[in-house]
Each structure stands twice: as structure tokens, then as C-alpha cells.
């Protein structure tokens, strides 16, 4: 991209703030700095890696939380899922609207007379 003349003194400055930024991210351990350059020579961060820090507060967990919960034996007030005798009957959503209520079981087949 080129700069024109007038505005070298501006990219200069925003070079000068570019590498002191640059120095500011490896001093606080970030991996990544993403810039751009406009036309009139303005400089900007878009944005930059997390530290290791930032990086853990953001993964953190609460206190107590349960990493293996499969390990647990079963709380008392857990519901107990209920037979699979007991789910036997089938209940279907019908739209009224849009469909029309048919047998869940088709009608046995009438055999074929011989003409």
C-alpha cells in the first residue's frame, strides 16, 4: 500500500506506537498481534493474543465443580427413570390444523377374492 508523502510523518509516529505496542504484548507473554494500516496512515490493533492469565480466567471453573460426576453415587432426591413397561403407551402431538388423526396400528389386511 503506499503512503502518500504527507502523511509520513503521521505513519512515523504510528510506527514508533506500533513497535512499543509490539514490545508491551511480548512483555505480557501474548502470542499474536493483529494490525492494519489505513490510507491516511493511522495504525490500528484490531486485536491481540490472551496471556496465560486471561487465558485461565476466562477457562476458569467455579469452586466445587463436580469434573466426574459419573464417579458419584446417586443422590437420594434424583429421579428414578420409570420402567420401560410404563411407557408403553404412545403419545403423538397432533396440529389439528395440519394433520389428520390416523390409526397407529393399520387395519389387518382383507384377503383377495377370486373374481
Not at 503521521?10 to 508491551?24: D, G, N
Not at 507473554?29 to 480466567?57: C, F, P
Not at 420401560?84 to 403423538?92: G, I, K, Q, T
Amino acid at each position: 500500500m503506499r503512503v502518500p508523502v504527507r502523511h509520513w510523518r503521521t505513519l512515523f509516529h504510528y510506527l514508533r506506537r506500533l513497535e512499543a505496542s509490539f514490545a508491551e504484548a511480548k512483555a505480557d507473554g501474548r502470542a499474536y498481534v493483529n494490525w492494519h494500516l489505513r490510507e491516511d496512515g493511522v495504525i490500528w490493533i484490531s486485536e491481540w493474543g490472551l496471556t496465560e492469565a486471561e487465558q485461565k480466567g476466562r477457562c476458569a471453573l467455579p469452586d466445587g465443580f463436580d469434573r466426574t460426576p459419573w464417579l458419584r453415587p446417586a443422590l437420594a432426591l434424583d429421579a428414578v427413570a420409570p420402567p420401560l413397561s410404563a411407557l408403553s403407551e404412545v403419545a403423538l402431538f397432533l396440529d389439528h390444523v395440519w394433520t389428520v388423526p390416523a390409526p397407529l396400528v393399520p387395519p389387518a389386511p382383507t384377503p383377495l377374492k377370486p373374481p
